[in-house]
């Protein structure tokens, strides 16, 4: 199935300052780009997507930049809280069909 | 929200027996999935389907069988569970292909 590979597995930030999870995949048609967030002890919830015919979307403190030329995606989470600590996934649709393949997870953690 | 219900929570089950985890959605969904969550590995495909009667595998399929009975109801089925498989389980669902995904509570199964 399609790889994502997700950078950094771990980071930690100050609140306040801004935090970037890196993903890139194989598959050129590939065209959805989900985030997810998982809380300790939670299921993973979607927090923000991007499809193909984008390069940037924002909502809120969470921006989605894509380059489909290099076969990337980044979350970025400005203005860090310590309610951001958790599990971000990233993930990618094989080609055009159904099957999400996500990324190996990375753990956050925002401190007062 | 999308609701999808996974039982059992919490399961113990020694290695060569039988375990089946349930799951409901109750959203009219086309298509449910069932993940496994390891510690390093992210989420990974098991079995996914687009709907009663159609099963497709995903990337992790060895020792696992699965069916899809109603559009509602997915089982996942270990007949004969190995350690290797314990494991958080997440059920999940989407109305269409690249859509949002709802998880289960997940479910969690010891193999000892």
């Known amino acids: 199935g399609e790889q994502v590979e997700q950078l950094p597995s771990i980071l930690r930030v100050q609140e306040g300052s801004s935090a970037s999870i890196n993903c890139s995949y194989e598959d050129s048609a590939s065209n959805y780009f989900p985030w997810y967030k998982q809380e300790p002890g939670e299921n993973p919830k979607l927090i923000i997507d991007i499809r193909s015919n984008m390069e940037r979307k924002q909502i809120q403190e969470l921006i989605v930049l894509l380059d489909k030329k290099a076969k990337r995606f980044s979350l970025h989470i400005t203005d860090t809280q310590p309610g951001d600590s958790a599990m971000y996934f990233c993930?990618?649709?094989?080609?055009?069909?159904?099957?999400?393949?996500f990324g190996k997870g990375a753990k956050l953690t925002v401190s007062p | 929200e999308a609701a999808v219900t996974q039982s059992p929570r919490n399961k113990v089950t020694v290695t060569g027996g039988n375990v089946t985890l349930s799951c409901r959605q109750t959203n009219s969904h086309n298509y449910m999935y069932w993940y496994r969550q390891d510690t390093g590995h992210g989420l990974r495909l098991i079995h996914y389907s687009y709907g009663a009667g159609n099963l497709q595998i995903g990337d992790v399929p060895d020792g696992y069988k699965a069916t899809r009975t109603t559009q509602e109801d997915f089982f996942l089925l270990l007949e004969l569970a190995s350690p290797s498989q314990t494991s958080l389980y997440f059920c999940a669902s989407s109305d269409r292909v690249g859509n949002t995904l709802y998880f289960g509570e997940g479910s969690r199964l010891i193999v000892v």
């Open positions: 993930a990618a649709s094989v080609g055009t069909g159904s099957k999400l393949s």
